[in-house]
């Protein structure tokens, strides 16, 4: 899971045509619309990522007009477009911070800032409502009203989240590596995790918590009865396995691929007694025991030569519905190992060759042809200058 907000350097300037009164900086490998003159290269400054909420403070109120949201009391911080130019974070000077100029850069200032993680699922805990069908009787409110609904218990700490690394974060450190990937389209919907407790009781989870019967979760575990081919799945294999992937369908994500009912498609497994991911053929193997469908597979291949070239590469259509746009690509390397960012430890033990993943994995989402960098929804914007107009608003699971 990606910092907030850290000390950074502006690596480029570059103007936008037409454009007089701003211009294109590259931070941390991403786009941000600047004031023109207000920064220039190898300058230190402050950046914002995606997901980010900015509290209420005097030097935040050039925000209030298009990113306030008095449900999370604060700046939510989301993709902005203008001119052609893509921005996708915030770019903010040192001096909000009265030690700035000491500090080295990776030096993360999110707290000292006051900016909290845009989460809706943590914003709005999801309780487990399989029961309050019950409370239209009198005689059962009487009996059970006083009650209060199980609040749903936390995501398991061995098993990773779907929390892919995005290109421009990563890129410093696979552009020089020789490793084969596989690539998948990117679906949209929301994330889904089952898994059996070792008494044989399937667990469902959101991207954060468990879900219980309740939602598109418990609706996909009942269509295609999860329970039983997972059992069937142990049986086999003698492994209990906790498979994650992606829901599709009516009432998500404005069903884009205008499917007639949810469905359900596996991106990744893993080990659940051990947290090691299986391998790509491992997955296949275990979609093809269980009967699942899989994310869609695009191709094999090597990783291109700029970042710029990997991102054009992520535009194209769906495989599931006709003149539909992907949302993007997934890119999972092969057996060998890719070093991980030492500041982002895996959430599980370390697989054999310790400090390294087995499966780093780069999104590239796009939506209504503009090119995002992830699932979640990011902005941004241009410090007192010129805000640009807010995109429709759409994320993943």
């Not at 070239?309 to 746009?325: C, Q, R, V």
Request: charged residues 25%.
């Amino acid at each position: 899971m990606h910092d907030l907000a850290t000390v950074s350097v502006i690596q480029e300037i570059q103007p936008i045509e037409g454009k007089d009164r701003i211009v294109l900086a590259t931070v941390e490998n991403y786009h941000s619309i600047v004031q023109k003159g207000e920064f220039k290269p190898g300058d230190k400054v402050i950046y914002v990522y995606y997901d980010a909420i900015l509290p209420v403070r005097p030097e935040f109120e050039f925000l209030r007009k298009r990113c306030w949201s008095e449900k999370l009391k604060g700046f939510r911080i989301r993709p902005m477009k203008m001119g052609g130019a893509i921005s996708e974070g915030l770019v903010l000077p040192l001096s909000l911070l009265s030690d700035g100029d000491s500090l080295p850069v990776g030096t993360v200032v999110a707290e000292a800032l006051g900016i909290r993680r845009y989460d809706p699922e943590l914003q709005s805990p999801r309780q487990d409502t399989r029961k309050r069908w019950w409370m239209r009787y009198p005689a059962i409110r009487r009996l059970f009203g006083s009650i209060k609904p199980h609040l749903a218990e936390g995501y398991p700490s061995l098993i990773p989240k779907s929390d892919e690394e995005n290109i421009e974060r990563c890129w410093d450190r696979i552009s020089s590596l020789d490793c084969e990937y596989i690539i998948t389209e990117k679906m949209e919907g929301c994330a889904a995790m089952y898994v059996l407790g070792k008494g044989g009781r399937l667990h469902s989870y959101s991207h954060n918590r468990e879900a219980g019967d309740s939602g598109c979760w418990g609706e996909i575990a009942r269509t295609l009865d999860i329970r039983s081919r997972l059992r069937k799945l142990r049986k086999q294999i003698r492994r209990r396995i906790a498979i994650e992937g992606e829901i599709c369908g009516p009432g998500i994500q404005k069903n884009i691929y205008h499917f007639p009912k949810l469905r359900f498609f596996l991106y990744s497994a893993y080990d659940a007694d051990t947290g090691k991911a299986l391998t790509y053929t491992e997955l296949c193997a275990i979609a093809a025991i269980m009967g699942i469908e899989q994310v869609p597979f695009i191709r094999r291949g090597k990783a291109f030569g700029s970042v710029e070239t990997m991102l054009a590469d992520a535009e194209g259509l769906s495989l599931h519905g006709k003149d539909i746009p992907r949302e993007g690509l997934v890119w999972s390397h092969l057996p060998g190992g890719i070093p991980r960012n030492p500041q982002y430890p895996p959430r599980g033990p370390c697989l054999e060759n310790g400090g390294w993943i087995s499966a780093l994995q780069v999104q590239i989402t796009l939506i209504q042809g503009m090119v995002r960098r992830m699932t979640t929804c990011s902005m941004a914007s241009c410090h007192g200058a010129i805000l640009l107009p807010a995109p429709s608003s759409s994320s993943s699971g």
